[in-house]
């Protein structure tokens, strides 16, 4: 009879588990589907076009070569630390983004992109949009695997997975 009760408490604890897992990426801390939906993401970006925009130009006037912003707090990471984002608008801009699906935005000079991410998943893949800085260099993110012109110019629709571009690069550079 003891050994019955034990059984069914394991079973409880795994089933639990297993449904707390499954709530997290639910959630929107991570997705346990294997591909993002373009049409979606799409639809998230065309709605928040002006506020993407928006944060578009105050992110170029910055100094930084990187830096990101990863929630909607009214700050940004660069050089080390958080810094107050001091326009209001833009500001309210990232708010407005994050309720329409942005988990997180990334200037990178190198890359040439100012990149929104509007989807992840648990396997190590993001998609999003990303701003052409100089429209006569590519962009990329890191880990990009697919991109294609959006209806507006200079911006691109993104994936970025991680397991195929190893795969990928490694095949690329003749390793096995």
Same mark, same amino acid.
């Given at each position: 009879m003891m050994?019955?009760?034990?059984?069914?408490?394991?079973?409880?604890?795994?089933?639990?588990?297993?449904?707390?897992?499954?709530s997290w990426g639910c959630a929107g801390f991570g997705s346990f589907s294997s591909t993002p939906n373009k049409e979606k993401i799409i639809k998230s970006f065309t709605a928040c076009y *002006?506020?993407?925009?928006?944060?578009?130009?105050?992110?170029?006037?910055?100094?930084?070569?990187?830096?990101?912003?990863?929630?909607d707090n009214g700050q940004y990471f660069g050089e080390f630390e958080y810094i107050?984002?001091? *326009?209001?608008?833009?500001?309210a801009a990232i708010k407005r983004l994050w309720k329409k699906g942005c988990h997180?935005?990334?200037?990178?000079?190198?890359?040439?992109?100012?990149?929104f991410e509007f989807w992840y998943s648990v396997?190590?893949?993001?998609?999003g949009v990303l701003y052409q800085i100089d429209p006569s260099?590519?962009?990329?993110?890191?880990?990009?695997?697919?991109?294609?012109?959006?209806?507006?110019e200079g911006w691109y629709y993104y994936v970025a997975d991680y397991n195929l571009?190893?795969?990928?690069?490694?095949?690329?550079?003749?390793?096995?």
């Open positions: 050994l019955k009760s034990k059984t069914k408490l394991i079973v409880s604890i795994i089933l639990s588990v297993c449904l707390a897992m499954f *002006d506020d993407c925009v928006a944060i578009v130009e105050y992110m170029a006037s910055l100094e930084y070569e990187h830096c990101f912003i990863n929630d107050t984002i001091s *326009d209001r608008e833009v500001s997180h935005v990334r200037k990178d000079i190198s890359d040439n992109s100012i990149s396997f190590e893949m993001d998609a260099s590519d962009s990329s993110v890191q880990y990009m695997t697919q991109i294609e012109e959006t209806d507006n571009w190893r795969i990928q690069n490694k095949q690329e550079n003749g390793e096995q």
